[in-house]
């Protein structure tokens, strides 16, 4: 039995058609055979009967031959009979083997699709912490900054009471 090739959905389809073609060949050979058999057969018995004898050892090798024919026919038959079978096994082994393929690359493919949603899941998570991070930075440093303005106003104002002061002695001496 021939060995085929596997490709992403079963066997090679040329790989099959081509042992499939020379399946065909070789049983319509067979069949063509046969048929010149039988032709051959209906002519050696038409032979036979119009060129009845009495002689014996003739007749015996007439009929020896019809013999070794129908046996031929015979045997034909079988192998044709097993080049079909033969045709179907191989057909439904690259049918049930192309289903198997299908199956698997269809799990594959849910496999990856499931893994990318994962990952898009935990980007997504990765990004909205971070965006928390950020916005919890800008609050403290708004925070900090809005507490160093309120120092430096008090500053400023104690800076100017301070001069407020120093005018009042000033003046007062």
């Given at each position: ?11 090679d ?43 014996e ?7 020896d ?21 033969t ?13 198997h ?39 403290r ?20 009471e ?12």
């Open positions: 039995m021939d060995k085929f090739t596997k490709k992403l959905y079963g066997y389809p040329k790989q099959v058609k081509s042992y499939l073609d020379n399946i065909t060949s070789q049983v319509e050979n067979m069949v063509t055979q046969l048929k010149k058999k039988d032709e051959e057969i209906v002519r050696l018995k038409n032979h036979m009967m119009n060129n009845i004898t009495t002689s050892e003739k007749m015996k090798e007439l009929k031959k019809i013999e070794y024919y129908e046996r031929l026919e015979n045997t034909f038959n079988r192998a044709i009979l097993i080049a079909q079978d045709g179907d096994q191989i057909k439904e082994m690259a049918k049930k083997e192309s289903e393929l299908i199956a698997e690359a269809k799990n594959n493919a849910d496999r990856i699709v499931n893994s990318a949603l994962n990952k898009a899941d935990r980007t997504i998570m990765s990004a909205e912490r971070l965006n928390r991070s950020v916005q919890r930075y800008k609050e440093f708004k925070t900090i900054a809005i507490n160093q303005i309120r120092e430096i106003e008090e500053i400023e104002i104690l800076e100017i301070d001069r407020d002061d120093d005018n009042i002695t000033v003046s007062a001496s």
